[in-house]
């Protein structure tokens, strides 16, 4: 088996509302937003299934609230994944990795993921970085449910990426490791 590693760097933007963080701006001198700890306040578990190596992505340590109780947490990843190689058609093959986003604690009763581009945005190839030993067919994102027992189902936004080698030479003398990346995701609940 031939694999690849994909390195993507994204901004993961997650909104919710909570209800215990509301305030009339009146009574705090017209203050309709701040920025509080993270650790303060309750955060979806949105993990990325196909995630292979601790990437590089900072600690941001604070998310935004407004007066309506709406929070938004930006928050800077680098995913690192592996995806195995088609080389049946080696020089003109076409690769899909897989990026699968869910939460393993929270129900599709509790959280909904969704995305906030339309298909047509999320093929903005002005909005990826590669470094030119592959290219960016394209990416198709489709939100769904999945279920472990049949009993209980949770959210999910799955994102297939394709590419294309890019350059010949390089593929063969390289050790198979390729970067990618740049593009924003934004999942919303």
């Known amino acids: 088996m031939v694999a690849i590693d994909l390195m993507v760097y ?3 933007s997650v909104e919710w509302t909570d209800e215990f963080l509301v305030w009339n701006p009146e009574d705090f001198d017209d203050v309709t937003q701040m920025s509080i700890p993270s650790a303060d306040v309750w955060t979806p578990d949105i993990v990325i299934n196909e995630f292979v190596d601790v990437g590089k992505s900072p600690e941001i340590p604070y998310v935004y609230v ?12 680098q995913v690192v994944t592996a995806c195995t190689l088609e080389i049946y058609t080696f020089p003109f093959d076409i690769q899909t990795c897989n990026l699968t986003f869910q ?3 929270h129900t599709i009763n509790d959280i909904e993921l969704k995305l906030n581009r339309t298909a047509e945005e999320m093929e903005n190839k002005d909005l990826f970085m590669n470094q030119g030993e592959w290219e960016l067919l394209h990416v198709l994102a489709q939100p769904g449910n999945f279920s472990v027992d049949n009993k209980e189902f949770y959210a999910e936004v799955k994102f297939n990426v394709s590419l294309c080698g890019n350059n010949l030479f390089p593929f063969i003398f390289s050790t198979h490791e390729r970067t990618f990346g740049n593009k924003v995701i934004d999942l919303v609940k």
């Open 10 to 12: 994204s901004i993961l």
């Open 66 to 77: 407004n007066n309506r109780g709406r929070v938004r947490n930006y928050k800077p990843i």
């Open 103 to 105: 939460s393993w604690l």
